[in-house]
């Protein structure tokens, strides 16, 4: 999970995310970081996650549990 | 001295459109497939057609200083001629614009423009493909020619190639025909991540007038382009993009 929340810091440029962040709380939260973060999963744990997907996506460990789920089943 | 036979260079055979080149090219054409993934190369040679030529050369095009020792040395090795090379190798990742770093950047390039270069220069000098390179083909895409957010690296190093393709035409013509293709949104691995989303999907099957292109309407094109058909056709940027390109509609 340190490796997602520091990418997630990077994309949004802050100095760290914690789990229990909310995500649209973010000054840099947009759709563009969106399609940066969603490129990382894709290619840091082989999950395609969707806008979709992220409407029910609120704080950072929720997208995190999605990954986990994904990645397992 | 003895005719070699010819061979053509396909890169990024490992998966989508460079495979279903290597595919489609396999019965009438000795290849050379190139990329990372050796099993996966494996792959594409066992779907190529049954009894075609077909060698493997690993490379890595995101160390672009390695690949003229290690192709030389390849081409010495099996003592060949390579006369054709279609780059089908490229690397995107969708990036903002404020996170762009030199690192990011030069990725991209090292992929999508340093590699395929290098290997042109090498196919034509006199050691060791005794110049024998006829035709080239460099697989660009739309986002050359206008844009999307997050691609700045990609739109650049792809129209870098496409810029470089027209001076290499007039330099090394007559011998040399050199083109490039900008694909749209064609049905591959590399589009998943927007394939795979039903809303980005449709929005984006929305703006073409024949829907998304499949791997076979290139490698057909490619098959033409590659043919004493298209002798006359060098230095062309040639788009195939089901009318994406062209479509202002509300």
Wanted: net charge negative; aromatic share 8%; with cysteine.
């Amino acid at each position: 999970m340190e490796d997602y929340l520091n990418e997630l810091a990077r994309l949004l440029e802050v100095g760290d995310v914690k789990p229990e962040d909310e995500l649209r709380k973010f000054e840099l939260w947009d759709s563009l970081t969106v399609l940066a973060l969603l490129a990382f999963i894709d290619e840091k744990y082989s999950v395609l996650v969707s806008s979709l997907d992220m409407a029910d996506v609120e704080t950072a460990s929720d997208l995190y549990k999605l990954i986990e789920f994904r990645n397992l089943s | 001295m003895p005719i070699k036979e010819p061979w053509t260079l396909v890169s990024g055979a490992s998966s989508g459109i460079g495979r279903s080149i290597a595919m489609k090219l396999s019965g009438s054409n000795s290849l050379i497939l190139t990329g990372r993934n050796v099993d996966a190369l494996k792959e594409t040679k066992k779907q190529c057609k049954p009894g075609a030529d077909i060698k493997i050369w690993r490379a890595d095009f995101g160390q672009p200083s390695e690949i003229r020792s290690s192709l030389s040395d390849f081409i010495s090795h099996e003592d060949i001629e390579i006369t054709g090379f279609i780059n089908s190798a490229g690397f995107v990742k969708p990036e903002p614009v404020r996170l762009i770093s030199c690192e990011s950047s030069l990725l991209s390039t090292a992929i999508n423009y340093f590699s395929p270069l290098e290997i042109v220069s090498l196919l034509v000098s006199k050691n060791p493909n005794n110049r024998a390179l006829q035709k080239c083909i460099f697989i660009s895409s739309i986002w050359s020619i206008g844009g999307a957010p997050g691609h700045t690296n990609y739109s650049g190093s792809k129209a870098a190639l496409d810029g470089a393709m027209r001076s290499m035409a007039i330099e090394l013509a007559p011998k040399v025909r050199l083109n490039s293709l900008s694909l749209g949104a064609i049905n591959t691995p590399m589009a998943r991540q927007v394939l795979n989303d039903s809303d980005l999907a449709e929005k984006l099957i929305s703006k073409y007038p024949l829907g998304i292109g499949d791997v076979d309407d290139v490698a057909a094109f490619i098959e033409f382009l590659m043919s004493r058909g298209a002798r006359w056709i060098t230095g062309q940027n040639i788009v195939l993009d089901g009318g994406r390109s062209i479509n202002y509609s509300y």
